[in-house]
């Protein structure tokens, strides 16, 4: 199943779900909790992020080609971190370059995003995938020079600028996959691809992900948890490939779609 949260013309947010033949008809309630599927085509003024996450969890260096080409270890535990909920931007929108906190270095990463559909607390492995609602895209937008030399010796403000979490176009259940951790994952900048890989690549799988991230910690309905990212990013490429005005990046998972947003300077 797909779901879609949408803006109506009119200003109204709800979600929307995708027949055999692609229309989006309404739902009545949420994917969180309970629903229905009505006939009522949806009236979508805007696609917006799938989901209003709570909170939302990074893991970095998850991707061993990544960790390889950054000059890091592979590490022995998930590497964790936060993005703030204003983080977030919808499918289409612009990601901004920050002007007051300037950052020159600001580049694109490609993601498997897991969205937790109910609350859950030490979950084992075994059991972690049970309390996954499903999957989406996204791209965890880094300001490198904050990430790295300016922020203090953490990643988090490097990584929470507005607009830096595009999500999106909508997020698939797991029914519609036979495994996430075998997913081809792409970015293109400007319509060429620099990143293509799998996540068979990752370090630690989605069930161990949320398994420990649920340790001594209650993931609240709607967490986001952006699962890392792969080999190919602008930081690593000779010169680096950072993002500028009038960029398009796309960030593409198969089974689930592409994720668009053009670049532009904070205004």
């Known amino acids: 199943m797909r779901f879609y949260r949408f803006e109506s ?3 109204t947010v709800a979600y929307a779900t995708e027949t ?34 709570p909170v939302i969890y990074g893991i970095g260096l998850n991707y061993r080609r990544h960790a390889a080409e950054s000059n890091m ?7 964790v971190f936060f993005k703030a909920v204003s983080a977030l931007q919808n499918p289409d929108a612009p990601i901004e370059l920050p002007t007051r906190l ?19 607390k030490n979950v084992s492995r075994e059991e972690a995938l049970d309390y996954v609602l499903g999957y989406t895209v996204a791209n965890d937008v880094s300001a490198r020079d904050w990430q790295i030399r300016l922020g203090g010796g953490q ?38 691809t620099v990143q293509n890989s799998n996540t068979s690549d990752l370090i630690f799988d989605v069930a161990s992900v949320v398994a420990f991230l649920s340790g001594s910690t209650t993931l609240l309905p709607g967490t986001v948890i952006l699962t890392g ?3 190919g990013v602008g930081m690593a490429a000779s010169p680096p490939r950072w993002l500028r005005p009038g960029d398009v990046v796309e960030c593409e998972i ?7 947003n053009p670049v532009v300077a904070e205004g």
Not at 21 to 39: C, H, K, Q
């Open 20 to 53: 055999p033949d692609g229309t989006l008809v309404e739902l009545d309630g949420t994917p969180l909790g309970d629903f229905s599927v009505t006939d009522r085509v949806a009236d979508v003024g805007r696609l917006l992020a799938p989901i209003a996450p």
């Open 254 to 260: 198969d089974g689930i779609g592409t994720l668009r």
């Open 73 to 79: 270890a592979v590490p022995e535990r998930p590497v």
């Open 229 to 231: 990212t792969p080999e």
């Open 102 to 120: 300037a950052s020159n270095e600001v580049d694109y990463e490609v993601e498997l995003a897991v969205v937790i559909g109910k609350a859950c």
């Open 9 to 11: 013309p009119n200003g």
């Open 155 to 192: 990643w988090s403000r490097g990584k929470t600028f507005d607009t830096f979490c595009p999500l999106g176009p909508c997020i698939v259940t797991l029914d519609e996959f036979d495994d996430p951790n075998a997913l081809p994952l792409h970015t293109r900048l400007n319509g060429e």
